[in-house]
């Protein structure tokens, strides 16, 4: 069974940084595009952040220069959040899909707010 398993959300101050973390279970996330996505309350699910499994990062340019995606290992991917803004408080999820399969995590909440 496939499972995404988000960590490191919380609250922080503006300006802060929070570092995020995907782990999976029952596939190899080398293989896979990864995207970590947010959800705000009464808005849409959008992108923040693409890895593809040839190393081409899209990020979106409400976080560019802000949020860095990375591969830790084959099993986790990361998203280094700088300069937070209130404006990025939402759910984050993490998402991995190649031409087969999709999966999502459950997410994980991050509250920027002083």
């Known amino acids: 069974q496939v499972q995404l398993v988000e960590s490191g959300g919380g609250l922080v101050q503006p300006g802060g940084s929070l570092r995020l973390s995907c782990a999976a279970s029952?596939?190899?996330?080398?293989?896979?595009?990864m995207g970590w996505y947010r959800q705000a309350p009464g808005q849409q699910r959008e992108l923040v952040a693409r890895?593809?499994?040839?190393?081409?990062t899209i990020y979106p340019d409400s976080v560019k220069g802000r949020f860095i995606i990375s591969r830790d290992n084959a099993k986790s991917v990361s998203l280094q959040m700088n300069s937070l803004k209130p404006a990025d408080t939402a759910v984050y999820y993490c998402?991995?899909?190649?031409?087969?399969?999709?999966?999502w995590g459950l997410g994980t909440q991050v509250t920027v707010s002083s």
């Open positions: 029952g596939i190899m996330l080398s293989s896979y595009t």
């Open positions: 998402n991995a899909q190649n031409i087969i399969n999709q999966y």
């Open positions: 890895l593809t499994s040839g190393g081409r």
